[in-house]
């Protein structure tokens, strides 16, 4: 089988990495030079168009920022949808709204290609590692055609549900507590700065305590060790699926109090630094407190 990749950033390039590294004849595209330079590289086979990746793809997984932007590639003139054989499986793991899924999957009836809607978590250590978690929601068949290519990069695999839009609503649940999670992690980074207390005591305790966990841990390394660009994980990315969370709770009338916060919490952080990752939240209330939280130390600034 051939697969496509389209969109080759921080997630979309790890989705490649893996599906080579598992013998997988790889078509990629990217609207950036330089991500479709290391693509090739890495041994991929580089397209000069959405077009030529669904005309050599028999699945093909879409890995774009915004659901406007899966929707030209799956739908538009030189779409998916109009370049790749009959049969061919189009997977969608961009986090993008329920509703645009579900406009993808309307857009899609009648003709011989299968959806399956599979947003990821995991961030981009996941997807170089091929350890992604994927929310699936598609037909039998399609999910028993595009097994090999999904256990290529995902080392978990839920079956959320059967219909376009069903796994971007498992996805939005799950960003809402991981926002919250984020969020609480960099509060709590910098009242341990202000208090004076070394970053790698919170690092220890926190991670050995119940409260530690993969979004905990790797958000205080990464602050203890001022990362705050370049790690992978950018603010925006985070930011616009704290929107798409908190737009589906206005529109099933859930109030998402903590969501909320955080959603100011990362407004805050990508206004102030918007080239920064999820961590440069810290630095807006550090700033606020007048100290740093380093790994051996805490700083005060003023």
């Keep these: 089988m051939s697969v496509g990749v389209v969109g080759l950033g921080d997630m979309g390039s790890g989705l490649a990495k893996n599906l080579i590294a598992n013998g997988f004849t790889t078509w990629g595209r990217d609207l950036l030079p330089h991500r479709n330079d290391a693509f090739t590289k890495m041994g991929g086979q580089l397209a000069t168009s959405t077009a030529e990746v669904g ?21 538009g003139p030189q779409g998916l949808a109009n370049t790749m054989a009959p049969g061919g499986i189009i997977l969608l793991t961009s986090t993008v709204k329920p509703a645009e899924a579900r406009a993808i999957g309307e857009g899609l009836e009648g003709r011989d290609l299968h959806l399956i ?3 990821v978590s995991g961030g981009f250590p996941g997807a ?20 090999p ?12 549900g059967t219909a376009p839009g069903e796994g971007q609503t498992v996805k939005a649940c799950l960003q809402s507590l991981i926002g919250a999670q984020f969020s609480a992690t960099f509060e709590a980074a910098a009242l341990a700065a202000k208090a004076g207390v070394p970053g ?28 705050f660009e370049g790690t992978g994980s950018h603010i925006n990315t985070m930011h616009k699926d704290l929107t798409i969370s908190m737009a589906l709770g206005e529109e099933l009338g859930v109030p998402l109090h903590t969501a909320a916060s955080a959603m100011q919490i990362f407004h805050a952080g990508r206004t102030r630094y918007p080239d920064g990752d ?24 003023r």
């Design 117 to 119: 809607d599979s947003p």
């Design 128 to 147: 170089q590692a091929g350890t992604l978690t994927m929310m699936a929601a598609g037909t039998n068949a399609a999910m028993t055609q595009a097994a």
């Design 278 to 301: 999820n961590w440069t939240c810290t630095q807006v209330i550090e700033d606020i407190v007048g100290a740093e939280l380093h790994r051996s130390h805490a700083k005060a600034t």
């Design 200 to 227: 790698q005591v919170i690092l220890d305790v926190f991670s050995t305590s119940s409260a530690g966990c993969g979004v905990v841990n790797n958000a205080l390394e990464k602050i203890i060790d001022r990362q």
């Design 149 to 160: 290519v999904m256990e290529a990069v995902s080392a978990n695999i839920h079956r959320v």
């Design 55 to 75: 005309q050599n793809a028999q699945a093909v997984f879409v890995m774009v920022m915004k659901g406007a932007e899966a929707h030209e590639v799956i739908l």
